[in-house]
């Protein structure tokens, strides 16, 4: 199966205060269609800068990002893209925040919402079309902004620690209802997370990355049959792998210094 996003040697350095820093060292990753793949890593190796140059939000200071076969390398809008924080405009309502990427894209205001309607329902957000971002949970907003993600109506999504400032209850829904998107909407999803049980337990593939200056060390393939239920946590070959991912992440150095902040 031909690659959906490949990497080809990318890297980037920065300058700071007149000094180079190297945030990310040549990485080479390929993603099959449909595959669901985290990036684990400590603080300050490249992960979001990686993400922010697949986004074309950063341009590479080396390097290809090749999306269905073609170099998107510093060009945006071809792949969508959630941070941690959900970004909702407080000023506009749910059903408007979530279809704020189709206005963009020029589609007019009656038929976005009719094409977020169905979604909200069918997605848990039936009765919330009208309220505001400040009178939801931060569970329910981030479900506002991943279906604005969706509505983006891109093949591939970028997930950067979506979940990383939720309770350990609300993440745990929050997981279960981001696989049930990813089987709907069968889209190609690339996940940021610094929690180990998050990404086995979402992923098809983990991405280990090292201390900075940030490399990318090893890929490893989850064989946990799906669908999986929380449960599969306390399963043997759950518990293998983790103490795998654990030992590699405490392999080296941690990345420290002002410079983490690039990440």
Not at 84 to 100: A, E, H, T, Y
Request: charged share 25%; glycine share 8%.
């Amino acid at each position: 199966m031909s690659a959906k996003v490949e990497v080809r040697g990318v890297c980037k350095t920065f300058i700071t205060k007149g000094k180079k820093f190297v945030a990310l060292q040549e990485t080479d990753l390929s993603i099959e269609e449909g595959r669901f793949v985290s990036l684990i890593g400590p603080s300050g190796c490249g992960k979001s800068t990686l993400f922010n140059i697949i986004a074309g939000l950063t341009p590479p200071t080396g390097g290809q990002v090749l999306v269905d076969g073609a170099d998107i390398a510093g060009k945006a809008g071809h792949v969508g893209y959630m941070l941690q924080k959900d970004m909702l405009f407080p000023w506009r309502n749910i059903v408007d925040n979530i279809i704020l990427g189709l206005e963009v894209s020029g589609v007019p205001h009656r038929d976005s919402v009719a094409r977020a309607l169905p979604l909200m329902e069918r997605y848990g957000l039936k009765g919330f079309e009208r309220h505001y971002p400040n009178e939801l949970s931060g569970g329910m907003r981030q479900r506002a902004a991943l279906l604005r993600t969706l509505l983006y109506d891109r093949d591939t999504i970028l997930l950067d620690e979506p979940f990383g400032a939720l309770d350990a209850q609300t993440k745990l829904s929050m997981q279960k209802w981001l696989l049930t998107i990813w089987r709907d909407f069968k889209k190609t999803i690339m996940f940021v997370t610094h929690d180990i049980d998050e990404a086995i337990y979402l992923s098809d593939d983990i991405y280990v990355f090292s201390p900075r200056p940030g490399r990318l060390t090893t890929k490893i393939s989850v064989n946990i049959p799906r669908p999986r239920e929380p449960k599969v946590v306390t399963t043997p070959e759950f518990i293998v792998l983790k103490n795998q991912l654990m030992e590699m992440l405490h392999v080296g150095a941690p990345a420290e210094t002002e410079e983490e902040a690039v990440e």
